[in-house]
Structures are given as structure tokens and as C-alpha cells.
């Protein structure tokens, strides 16, 4: 195991034939209690876990062997789950979901202004973060061909084309005008239910509906929050973007007439 990466008891990385079969999620927090916890809930799921105790021992490790998912704390010693996110984003899309007890407003902004695919404040429900992973693994799973006997995959919506955006849901891919925006599986639902019909005023809580299914809670802060980061994301490729509208009161619409 790596030096700074808390001991699992139950078997840490997980053996080959689990990771055939299991999800790997990995958790990145200092408190040994939460781990343990959240670590035993996740295998009684059917998750293999990944353990640390610190960003720093945690981003080498997640840089050298993926996981499908991460779990982060915020406050850390040596590197914080903020700073461990930009380190991360620098390299990989991983999908990351911030777990802390640090619930100001101005730490979910910036959490997700980096690039968080989620965030749940402490004290939080082990059901509602299991079913946050369900949904973002789904989000981020490629499609996979069929054999005999096999459960067909989920249905994957068709391409997009809307004026300059283009959006390819099997491959999950975005580009405006041509050139690619990178967006976490968060971000790309919410683009899509906007530009699938274009001029409508879609409300938050459609949004919400269309980001986090399974009946998970969102409040309006974190979809305004995901707003703003993808109009950021798109000015980066053009400064003049201006094709998510705010209706004030009411939602948000996509139009690039």
C-alpha cells in the first residue's frame, strides 16, 4: 500500500478478479472513521475501494492507475481536495464528487468551478451518495455491444447539431464552432436538455431532473454553478458566446440564431 494511504481492512486495492466485475472508487479523505464507513457501505454495493488519507500520497496514486470515481475531502493535510482537484483536472477527466464538512457557498462554488462533478456536505446520507455515484458512472460509462443473453445498454440519445454547437453523447464529446469544450458528465446533461430544444426555458428543477436522477437533491445554487462554469468553458473558445440565456425567475434556454 502507499505510504500515506489509510489501511483498508477489508482489502484496500481490490484483486484482479474483483476489478473484472467492480466499479473502482476511490476515497480521499484524513478522517480513518469515514473511510472505513463509507468504504464499507460502497463494497456492500458492490464497489471495490481505493483508501487515503492525504491529497498528496492520493494524487499520485489516482494519476498512475484511474479509478472510475473519486471521493474527495476538502480539508487535508499536506494537499486539500480543492487543490488535488486542479492537480487531478490538469490531467484527467475523472469524475470527482466533493465530500466535506466545509459547506460554505463560497467552497461548492469553487469546488465546482474546478471541475467537481458533485458535492454533498457532512453530515450526509450513505444512500444519497451511493445513488450520486450510481448516476455519475452511468453518465460517464462508454456504450459497450451486446452478446447473447447480456441486458441491452442504455439508451444514448442522438447527436446534437444546434446552429454552432455540436454534442455526440455516445462519445461524449462537445465542440463549438469546431473546436472542442470539455465538460464533466454533469455539465454535458444539462447542455443537452437545453439544446435538444432550443428557445425553450427549461427551470432549474428540470435541469435537475435531467442532471441527477434517482430522485437525488440538488438546490438551484449548484445548477447556476454548473451554468456558469460551462459559459466560462465556452468563452475560452469564444469570447463572444452568449447562447445560454438567463430568463430571471425562470430558467435557462439555448439559442444560437
Known sequence: MPSGAAHDPTSGEANPAEAARAYQIALVDDDRNILTT????????????????????????????P??????DIKMPKMDGLE????????SALPVIFLTSKDDENDEEMGLELGADDYIAKPFSLRLLI??????????????ETSAGDEPPMPIGPMIRQGRLFMDPAR?????????VSL?????????ALAIRPGVIKSRNQLMDAAYPDDVFVDDRTVDSHIKRMRRKFRSVDPQFGAIETLYGAGYSFNDA
Open 172 to 180: 461524449h464529446t462537445v465542440t463549438w464552432d469546431g473546436r472542442n
Open 184 to 192: 464533466t458528465v454533469t455539465e454535458f446533461l444539462i447542455l443537452e
Open 38 to 65: 463509507v468504504s464499507i457501505a460502497l463494497k456492500s454495493e458492490g464497489f471495490a475501494t481505493r483508501l487515503y488519507s492525504d491529497g498528496e500520497t492520493a494524487l499520485k496514486a489516482l494519476l498512475e492507475n
Open 84 to 91: 488535488l482537484l486542479a492537480r487531478v483536472r490538469e490531467h
Open 67 to 72: 479509478p472510475d470515481l473519486a471521493v474527495f
Open 131 to 144: 445513488a450520486r455515484i450510481r448516476a455519475i458512472l452511468r453518465r460517464a460509462e462508454p456504450p459497450r
